[in-house]
């Protein structure tokens, strides 16, 4: 069992829709969770940023983490074409100098 | 835009041969990180430096070594190349490394092709 799994989609959605992305994950020690968004032939740059559980809100996206269930989420209100991506969810544990554990990335593709 | 130069964007090889990538971190970052994207394996995380020294290390092959110099810019050398070393290999930089609280900035990656 890989340590974060993530659906691969592809997920695709008209556009306002609500788009629900998730990962699942196994290694209890993960306190750090991150959302990276991947546009074609470009490198991931950083969406959410969430410690430990619960849930942060920026703009049209929300980041949910749920600790007990080892499963977080990235929803997308109104989505826009824009937001046509591979969404990556990433986690660390609390350990100075760690790097990240990715997910495969979902490909999101919202059609106007 | 980043701030994270990485050269070269494309580059094609055969197998058996050596590669070296380069990475410029942003402005201030003393942290490097290298990360391979493959399609079967996702992003797994490489090696990082810290201000020239190694810092942490992931699933790195012996064929592969890194090194991070005094104006902070790092390498990542790829010998021995194999069919299956063909992947995006993208660079990250972050202000001090320490701890998963930092945001890491991430080049647009090289492209590598071992034919």
């Known amino acids: 069992q890989k340590e974060v799994e993530q659906d691969p989609g592809p997920l695709s959605v008209p556009e306002g829709a609500i788009v629900s992305l998730n990962c699942t994950y196994s290694?209890?020690?993960?306190?750090?969770f991150m959302w990276y968004r991947q546009y074609s032939r470009k490198g991931p740059e950083l969406l959410m940023y969430t410690y430990s559980s619960g849930n942060k809100e920026d703009g049209r996206f929300t980041a949910q983490v749920d600790k007990s269930s080892k499963y977080i989420s990235l929803f997308i209100r109104d989505s826009q074409p824009s937001d046509s991506a591979t969404y990556l969810c990433?986690?660390?544990?609390?350990?100075?100098?760690?790097?990240?554990?990715f997910g495969k990335g979902t490909t999101l593709s919202v059609s106007s | 835009d980043s701030g994270v130069t990485q050269t070269p964007k494309h580059l094609i090889t055969a197998t058996g041969q050596r590669v070296t990538l380069r990475c410029s971190p942003r402005?201030?970052?003393?942290?490097v990180y290298w990360y391979q994207q493959s399609l079967d394996q996702g992003l797994q995380f490489l090696i990082q430096y810290y201000n020239g020294e190694e810092r942490a290390k992931g699933n790195i092959l012996e064929r592969f070594s890194a090194q991070q110099f005094p104006d902070l810019h790092s390498e990542l050398n790829l010998s021995s190349l194999e069919l299956g070393d063909s992947a995006l290999y993208f660079c990250?930089?972050?202000?001090?490394?320490?701890?998963?609280?930092?945001?890491?900035?991430f080049g647009p990656g090289t492209r590598l092709l071992v034919l």
């Open positions: 290694n209890s020690a993960f306190q750090y």
């Open positions: 402005s201030g970052d003393l942290s």
């Open positions: 990433a986690m660390s544990v609390n350990q100075a100098g760690t790097a990240l554990i």
């Open positions: 990250a930089s972050s202000v001090s490394g320490f701890g998963a609280r930092e945001t890491q900035y």
